[in-house]
T-cell receptor, first 116, second 113 residues
């Protein structure tokens, strides 16, 4: 039962253009969402997060959009740079209650390649 | 501030053995979560410790266990290793609140032969 899905295994974009990475979730109890970037042989690096009370959050070149009714979030990177090439994971955490602490549910990841 | 550190970085074991992995969180962080990453299953939550207590647990067999010390450092142990336990084991630390960001270490690559 995959509660967080990233349906695109890979995405290729040109330097300077926009990269849009998508993520869908099924569990309506998720109320906090995060994006991580991962290079080979390294741990995931936190990029940006969004609470379910918001529909948009920006941090520099990164913007995350949340559509709760569609249970969909997306990460926009503008402009894309070759150094952004990595695997991107979306992750979600659940509602209040002891069992939600410390647990992130991850999507399968999308490999982003930014060409010079 | 120093990041999350994990030791060892690489480990090779044989079936039936046991292994202990270590994680030192960011200074001031009291929560440590453990994850297993495999090509087939992706990143899966193992368990989380806060103030030396296991606060949350994923769907892994009892062969996987952990503990946390008073300085917030954490260890995880896998007993009776199976070939399928070969994976990248990641730990992440946070302050400990529900929406506090988790920061990951570089991982320990475990290979079971």
């Amino acid at each position: 039962d995959q509660q967080v899905k990233q349906n695109s295994p890979s995405l290729s974009v040109q330097e300077g253009r926009i990269s849009i990475l998508n993520c869908d979730y099924t569990n309506s109890m998720f109320d906090y969402f995060l994006w991580y970037k991962k290079y080979p042989a390294e741990g995931p690096t936190f990029l940006i997060s969004i609470s379910s009370i918001k529909d948009k959050n920006e941090d520099g070149r990164f913007t995350v959009f949340l559509n709760k009714s569609a249970k969909h979030l997306s990460l926009h990177i503008v402009p894309s740079q070759p150094g952004d090439s990595a695997v991107y994971f979306c992750a979600a955490s659940g509602m209040a209650g002891g069992t939600s602490y410390g647990k992130l549910t991850f999507g399968q990841g999308t490999i982003l390649t930014v060409h010079p | 501030k120093a990041g999350v550190t994990q030791t060892p970085r690489y480990l090779i074991k044989t079936r039936g053995q046991q292994v202990t992995l270590s994680c030192s969180p960011i200074s001031g962080h009291r929560s440590v979560s453990w994850y297993q990453q495999t090509p087939g299953q992706g990143l899966q939550f193992l368990f989380e410790y806060f103030s030396e207590t296991q606060r949350n647990k994923g769907n892994f067999p009892g062969r996987f266990s952990g503990r946390q010390f008073s300085n917030s450092r954490s260890e995880m142990n896998v007993s009776t290793l199976e070939l399928g336990d070969s994976a990248l084991y990641l730990c992440a630390s946070s302050i400990g609140g529900r929406h506090d960001t988790q920061y990951f270490g570089p991982g320990t690559r475990l290979t079971v032969l």
